[in-house]
């Protein structure tokens, strides 16, 4: 699966902005999809998954609130809507995939298809 992230951008401190991932994929609703991000000096860490019908999320502590994680299964692509931005989200965002058709939440491990990442600057 091949993933392809867009989105990304310089904005302030209260702005807002919507990452986009396409997946070339014929089965994408097969696939649980996340959204992990790494800041200069810091580990890589999930920000948001979203199981493969959409109706079951998860989101970092840090952004809980402020973040919302969607998808179209119509059209491949996971949406990571970001509100209230803070400097702290300035990092390289990444979208993730795996294949998991379980119920309840999709884990926020063993993700093994990457997109390039998109970089998101918040300045204060």
């Known amino acids: 699966v091949q993933l392809q992230a867009s989105g990304g951008g310089l904005v302030q401190a209260g702005d807002s902005l919507r990452l986009s991932c396409v997946a070339s994929?014929?089965?994408?609703?097969?696939?649980?999809m996340a959204w992990f991000r790494r800041s200069p000096g810091k580990e890589r860490e999930s920000v948001a998954t979203?199981?493969?019908?959409?109706?079951?999320?998860n989101y970092a502590s840090s952004v809980k609130g402020r973040f919302t994680i969607s998808r179209d299964n119509a059209k491949n692509t996971v949406y990571l809507q970001m509100n209230r931005l803070i400097p702290e989200d300035t990092a390289v965002y990444y979208c993730a995939a795996r294949l998991w058709v379980g119920s309840g939440a999709a884990p926020s491990t063993g993700y093994n298809n990457w997109g390039q990442g998109t970089q998101v600057t918040v300045s204060s």
């Open positions: 994929t014929l089965t994408f609703s097969n696939y649980a």
């Open positions: 979203i199981n493969w019908s959409g109706d079951t999320t």
